[in-house]
């Protein structure tokens, strides 16, 4: 049996560190690092650090 072909993109979440549970959606490369970048949150109106959230396998 063959193995199964995964995506090169995948979907990751970035979370606010000011824990306000606002996030950002983007697709990265499978290879590359972890994201972390600053952004806008909304909640508190500032432009904040998001860091990339584990993904959670149910």
């Known amino acids: 049996m063959a193995k199964k072909?995964?995506?090169r993109m995948i979907s990751v979440r970035l979370l606010s560190m000011a824990m306000t549970g606002f996030f950002y959606t983007?697709?990265?490369?499978?290879t590359s690092?972890?994201?972390s970048m600053l952004k806008y949150d909304p909640v508190v109106r500032k432009k904040v650090l998001f860091l990339?959230?584990?993904r959670r396998f149910k």
Not at 26 to 30: A, D, E, L
């Open 33 to 35: 690092r972890p994201m």
């Open 52 to 54: 990339e959230q584990k």
């Open 5 to 7: 072909v995964k995506s």
């Open 26 to 30: 983007f697709t990265r490369p499978r």
